[in-house]
């Protein structure tokens, strides 16, 4: 048997319907934006791996600074002991952060990075004695799978078996100049039981690669703060570079209280999670009475193999030729979108930064389970590029390395497919 047959007798797949799915392709290698199959077939990873990748794969920096870790400490306990990995990329992250986040709690992805932020915020108000336990989301946001993720997203497909199960969240729509007096006039009328607003600062990936202008969330976000609601930005996607800056909230004026990481953190190289906050919410946990104390953590907490993977990934990261290639990616796409903008097979083009999304017409609202979605995938991947459709939209979210080459050809393949599909 080969490796897709071999993997069909054993692993269940995410996201996928594995009764009518098609094999899995088989990759057995990766360098820069391109991976490789068992039999040689070369794709490019124009969505750099959902969203984790922004090196290249298998970068030899980061690979070396993992294997010098995995010969000096693979692992130790969290609770009661440190290391200096942990130290070093907490201090460095936290002095490139907004300047009032201050202290730095480490899980093991996006999802659970989330939910040590609700966690945070719910506790907070315990801690204070005040029982406020209503959340502000937005409509079709996503925040993970996890149970607390879960339930301030949106209703979906993705929730639909578990809605009974979730907890109750005030739900509003996008700001914008329409709206945002009404919504700010709702939270100001709910907000002695709210404990928290979280938001995907900019882009709602995962909902089509929805935009919104920073203007209005700053105000929101402002708006918030007077009423005494904690703010918490979900930078799992956002953050190192998306936006075009370091992170989505370097767009806003009004800094969050709390924000989570996980995607480029390790540069695409492991699992990782970071949920990061105020020296106000961490004061809140600090007592004599053990209650009041933060009792969330994982096993594999603060590990030392991914903390020197994402060390390496933040030395690429500030170094000045990776800003360079952001620009670089962020002009040619804002030149592409000109170039297709009108085009009859096109609903609309949206860019925020390296973030280019194209939502083809389909004379029906967007769905993700769009019939279109099969069509563009298989056309893509038969022209050796890897774009993951979200129903009818397409984006093109690429590993920071990409080549003009590379760009080019991904740019000539869209406008194909505009013509042809």
Not at 100 to 122: H, P, R, W
Not at 204 to 213: K, L, N, R, T
Not at 244 to 273: E, R
Not at 276 to 295: E, G, P
Request: proline content about 3%.
């Amino acid at each position: 048997m080969n490796l897709a047959e071999r993997d069909l007798q054993v692993i269940w797949h995410p996201y996928t319907q594995m009764q009518t799915a098609q094999p899995p392709i088989p990759i057995v290698r990766g360098e820069g934006t391109c991976l490789y199959t068992e039999d040689g077939t070369k794709y490019i990873d124009a969505i750099s791996s959902w969203w984790v990748n922004i090196h290249g794969h298998s970068h030899p920096y980061i690979a070396k600074k993992i294997a010098e870790q995995l010969l000096q400490l693979e692992h130790v306990i969290f609770a009661g002991f440190t290391h200096p990995g942990a130290v070093e990329l907490a201090e460095r992250l936290l002095a490139i952060l907004p300047s009032n986040q201050a202290k730095a709690f480490y899980s093991d992805n996006g999802s659970t990075a989330v939910e040590v932020a609700i966690k945070m915020c719910l506790q907070y108000w315990h801690n204070k004695g005040q029982e406020r336990t209503k959340i502000i989301a937005f409509k079709n946001a996503y925040h993970g799978d996890t149970f607390g993720a879960m339930s301030v997203s949106g209703r979906s497909a993705f929730t639909a078996a578990f809605d009974s199960l979730l907890f109750e969240v005030e739900f509003i729509d996008l700001p914008d100049e329409k709206n945002i007096e009404s919504i700010k006039s709702l939270v100001s009328s709910i907000k002695t039981n709210v404990s928290c607003f979280i938001f995907e600062p900019l882009v709602q990936g995962s909902a089509g690669m929805v935009m919104y202008e920073a203007k209005y969330l700053d105000e929101l976000m402002a708006h918030c703060r007077k009423e005494g609601v904690m703010l918490i930005a979900d930078e799992v996607f956002t953050g190192f570079g998306r936006t075009g800056k370091a992170f989505a909230c370097n767009h806003l004026q009004t800094q969050p209280d709390i924000m989570c990481f996980s995607k480029g953190l390790t540069g695409g190289t492991m699992a990782f999670g970071l949920t990061t906050c105020t020296q106000d919410m961490y004061n809140a946990f600090l007592s004599d009475d053990k209650m009041k104390t933060l009792f969330h953590g994982h096993s594999y907490t603060a590990n030392p193999v991914a903390c020197a993977a994402a060390l390496a990934s933040l030395d690429l990261f500030v170094d000045a030729s990776t800003q360079k290639n952001i620009d670089r990616i962020v002009a040619r796409h804002t030149v592409f979108a000109d170039k297709i903008k009108g085009h009859k097979s096109l609903k609309t083009t949206r860019q925020t930064g390296t973030i280019l999304a194209m939502e083809w017409e389909t004379g029906n609202n967007t769905s993700y389970f769009s019939g279109l979605r099969d069509k563009l995938y298989h056309y893509f991947l038969n022209k050796g590029i890897i774009l993951r459709p979200l129903g009818n939209i397409i984006y093109i979210l690429p590993p920071y390395c990409i080549t003009d080459t590379e760009l080019d050809y991904i740019y000539t393949t869209v406008e194909q497919a505009l013509n042809e599909i």
